[in-house]
Each structure stands twice: as structure tokens, then as C-alpha cells.
């Protein structure tokens, strides 16, 4: 996206509001280490919601005794597909905004849910799913500055 245009200008505005929101929906998640939210979005309506945490029916509690995060801890990512999924929307050509860039198992799920754009505010340190994403031609627009003084990167 060209955001130097009036459209692309307005877009990033767009873009801005809902990762502000994805950031704000992960303060929903139980866990200590990361707190990461996702909106998917289509036609200008948001069809479906995640933050990473466990399953439902499971404690609230993310990490080990050893701050190690538990295996079976679910990505915001995956939450908002899975989601997505049970409801009677279809994110084929969505957009999903994330605040922290996906993993390799999230970068798969996100390909074969059809989902076109990726918007994200923090890069992971492990970019091999960004790399996927990228490889199966998805947009990714990485906005790391969102205007807040509150929302830094972790």
C-alpha cells in the first residue's frame, strides 16, 4: 500500500485505528509474557476477534512456573480464525491486524483461511512466517508507530 496517496493516506488511517484496537483487545489475554490481540476485518465491518490464551474450559494461566509459555496456548491469531470459522462468515479476502507479526503455524492458518492483508505493529524476531506470507503473494503492511505514546513495541 502507497500510503503517500490521498487513498493510501486514508487507509493508513484505517489501518492505525484497528491495530489500536487489536492492541487493545489483547490486554484481554491472561498471559504474562505477551499479550497479543487480532482483528479480522472485511467490508469495513470486523467479523471476528482474538487475543492468545488458552482453551476454552482450561485456567487462565499461560505461562509455567518456569515463565515458560505452555504448549497448548493458543495465538490471538488462531483464536480470531477459529472463531471466524464457527460463525457464519466467510474471511476469504479479509484483512487480519495483528500486534505482534505472525508465526510460521499462524502464517499457515492465515493462507488457508483466504486471508489477503496482514497488518501488523511489532515484528516477531523469528520473521520465517512473515517470509511464508510473502511467498504465498499476502500483503503486509508493518506500522510500527500508531500514535499512541502507550503502545511501544515490547
Same mark, same amino acid.
Given at each position: 500500500?502507497?500510503?503517500?496517496?490521498?487513498?493510501?493516506?486514508?487507509?493508513?488511517?484505517?489501518?492505525i485505528r484497528y491495530l489500536k484496537m487489536a492492541h487493545i483487545w489483547g490486554s484481554n489475554s491472561y498471559c504474562k509474557r505477551?499479550?497479543?490481540?487480532?482483528?479480522l476485518v472485511k467490508d469495513k465491518?470486523?467479523?471476528?476477534?482474538?487475543y492468545n490464551g488458552?482453551?476454552?474450559?482450561?485456567?487462565?494461566?499461560?505461562? &509455567?512456573?518456569?515463565?515458560? $509459555? #505452555?504448549?497448548?496456548?493458543?495465538?490471538? &491469531?488462531?483464536?480470531?480464525? $477459529? #472463531?471466524v470459522a464457527k460463525s457464519n462468515n466467510s474471511s476469504d479476502g479479509s484483512t487480519l491486524y495483528v500486534?505482534?507479526?505472525p508465526c510460521m503455524e499462524c502464517?499457515?492458518?492465515i493462507i488457508q483461511a483466504g486471508i489477503s492483508r496482514v497488518v501488523f505493529i511489532e515484528k516477531y524476531?523469528?520473521?520465517d512466517g512473515l517470509e511464508l506470507l510473502s511467498r504465498a503473494n499476502i500483503k503486509l503492511e508493518h506500522i510500527s508507530e500508531i500514535g499512541d505514546e502507550?503502545?511501544?513495541?515490547?
Open positions: 500500500m502507497d500510503y503517500n496517496t490521498t487513498s493510501g493516506k486514508k487507509q493508513r488511517g484505517i489501518d505477551r499479550q497479543v490481540g487480532a482483528l465491518m470486523i467479523i471476528s476477534d482474538g488458552t482453551p476454552a474450559g482450561f485456567e487462565n494461566e499461560c505461562e &509455567e512456573n518456569d515463565n515458560v $509459555t #505452555k504448549a497448548y496456548v493458543l495465538h490471538a &491469531e488462531a483464536n480470531a480464525i $477459529t #472463531k500486534t505482534t507479526s502464517s499457515k492458518l524476531r523469528i520473521t502507550d503502545i511501544q513495541e515490547r
